[in-house]
């Protein structure tokens, strides 16, 4: 059993940062990939970012790169994603998640991974 445990999300003007933490525990996280998916009102889960086992591969969906960053410290079990120049498209519930150690598949794909944390809201204001 594994637990995610987002923070760091809440209100922002346009064009102002967040840093979203996740914490994981129950299981040694530093041999699986992670990653961060958002859901904003009426609209489907959507991938925003992925970071392999080891932190060396990173993957970003088209609407964040350049302005997200996503990292890891396996010391400390903990995966971050750095949002800057926000927008009010970003406005979502930010969600944190891992892989099994070892499966295959998408980075993109949701069903690529295994648990999910309980979600942090993101608002930027217009």
């Known amino acids: 059993q594994v637990q995610l445990v987002e923070s760091g999300g809440g209100l922002v003007q346009t064009g102002g940062s967040l840093r979203l933490s996740c914490a994981a525990s129950g299981r040694t996280v530093s041999s699986s990939g992670m990653g961060w998916f958002r859901q904003a009102p009426g609209k489907e889960r959507e991938f925003v970012a992925a970071?392999?086992?080891?932190?060396?591969?990173?993957y970003y969906s088209n609407s964040v790169k350049g302005r997200f960053t996503i990292s890891r410290d396996n010391a400390k079990n903990t995966m971050y994603l750095q949002m800057n120049s926000l927008k009010p498209e970003d406005t979502a519930v930010y969600y944190c998640?891992?892989?099994?150690?070892?499966?295959?598949?998408?980075?993109?794909?949701?069903?690529?991974?295994?648990?999910w944390g309980q979600g942090t809201q993101v608002t930027v204001s217009s």
């Open positions: 998640t891992i892989r099994p150690p070892g499966k295959s598949g998408s980075s993109v794909s949701a069903i690529s991974y295994d648990y």
């Open positions: 970071i392999s086992w080891t932190g060396g591969n990173l």
